[in-house]
C-alpha cells in the first residue's frame, strides 16, 4: 500500500456479498477492525417509489486504523478471509482510505432509512422524517449490538409481527440485539414487551434506542437472560401471546430444548427469524414436534421467517 498522508486515519473495508455469508464475513472481519462492523442491505433509490429499495446484496465494512500495524493486520485479514473462501467464494475486499475528519461522516453514510412492510420505516438516529412521513418511524442508533433494520432476517420479521400482533398484548423478545423488535412492537400496539439477551451490550443499546423512540422503562423490560430465566421468574412475566426470536436457526433449535415453547401463550403465535432456506424444514420439523403449525412464511434472498400457532 502506498505512503498515507498524515491526514489518512483510517481505512474503510468493504465486502459486498450475499444474505448467506454475512454473518460468517461479519464475524471475520469484526476479528480485526475497530468501533464495530457495519452489516447494511445494499439499496437504490427508485424514483417510482420515491423510496431507498433492497437490492439484494449485502454490504460487510469496518474501520482499519491506519497506523503502524496496518499492513501485518490487512494480511492477517487477507489470510483469514482466504481460509473463509475455501468454503466458499466470496469477492476481493475493496480498500478505502478515511480522513480522519470524515470518519464518523462516512460511518454514517452507510445508513438510509429503511421502508419495512406496509407501515414501518427503520430510521438512523442522526436522521429526521419528512413533516409528511406516514409511516411509523423506529429510530435506531446502529452499533455493535444485531438488528438495525437493513438485514433481511430483521426485515422479514417485522413484516411477519405486522400481520401477528395483536395490539393490547404483551410480547417476548429472545435474543434482542438492538431492542428493535421490541420497539416495534410496541409501536403497533403491544402494552409491554421483555427483551432479553445474554450478551450485556445488547441490554446497554436496547436501552439507548427505547430511549430514542420515547419508550418507557415501564413498558419495555430488558436485562441479561435467555428462555431460562425467563421461565424461572427472572422477569414481570414468564410468557406472552407473541414471543418473537430472530437469532440463527441452530441457536433456534437449542432453545426449543431449552423451553422456548412454554413462552408462548396457548393457541398464540411464534415468530422464528434468521433461518437459511436450506434450514427452515428442521426448523418445521422441531417446531411441529414442540405442537406448532406453521401459519405463514416470507422469504428474501437466502433466508426465511416463519410464523407458527402454538396448537398444544
Known amino acids: 500500500m502506498a505512503e498515507l498522508s498524515k491526514e489518512i486515519h483510517w481505512i474503510e473495508v468493504k465486502i459486498n456479498t450475499n444474505g448467506e455469508l454475512a454473518e460468517a464475513l461479519a464475524e471475520v472481519l469484526g476479528r480485526f477492525v475497530s468501533n464495530g462492523v457495519v452489516v447494511e442491505s445494499v439499496t437504490l433509490f427508485n424514483p417510482h417509489t420515491q423510496e431507498f429499495e433492497p437490492t439484494g446484496a449485502v454490504a460487510i465494512s469496518g474501520y482499519l486504523p491506519a497506523d503502524e500495524q496496518l499492513e501485518e493486520k490487512r494480511q492477517e485479514l487477507e489470510e483469514a478471509l482466504w481460509h473463509l473462501g475455501q468454503i466458499a467464494a466470496i469477492p476481493n475486499p475493496v480498500y478505502s482510505p478515511i480522513r480522519d475528519e470524515d470518519w464518523m461522516a462516512a460511518w454514517k453514510e452507510h445508513y438510509t432509512p429503511v421502508p419495512v412492510g406496509d407501515t414501518l420505516l427503520v430510521m438512523p438516529a442522526w436522521k429526521q422524517p419528512e413533516s409528511d412521513e406516514k409511516r411509523i418511524v423506529i429510530r435506531i442508533n446502529p452499533a455493535m449490538a444485531f438488528g438495525t433494520g437493513t438485514h433481511p432476517t430483521t426485515q422479514l420479521i417485522l ?62 423490560e430488558t436485562g441479561k437472560g435467555s428462555v431460562e430465566e425467563v421461565l424461572t421468574g427472572h422477569f414481570s412475566i414468564r410468557k406472552a401471546p407473541l414471543v418473537l426470536v430472530n437469532i440463527l436457526a441452530p441457536v433456534i433449535l437449542h432453545l426449543f430444548d431449552l423451553g422456548l415453547d412454554e413462552l408462548v401463550s ?47
Not at 414436534?289 to 406453521?294: T, Y
Open 159 to 220: 413484516r411477519l409481527m405486522e400481520r401477528h400482533l395483536l395490539p393490547g398484548g404483551a410480547v417476548i423478545d429472545i435474543g434482542c440485539g438492538s431492542g428493535i423488535l421490541s420497539i416495534c412492537a410496541l409501536k403497533l400496539g403491544a402494552v409491554h414487551a421483555l427483551a432479553v439477551d445474554v450478551d450485556s451490550q445488547a441490554i446497554t443499546s436496547t436501552k439507548e434506542n427505547a430511549g430514542l423512540n420515547d419508550i418507557s422503562p415501564g413498558i419495555l
Open 266 to 312: 396457548e393457541d398464540r403465535t411464534l415468530l422464528l427469524s434468521g433461518i437459511l432456506d436450506h434450514q427452515e424444514a428442521t426448523i418445521i420439523q422441531k417446531a411441529e414436534q414442540m405442537g406448532f403449525m406453521l401459519v405463514e412464511r416470507f422469504p428474501q434472498e437466502d433466508w426465511v421467517s416463519l410464523a407458527l400457532q402454538k396448537t398444544s
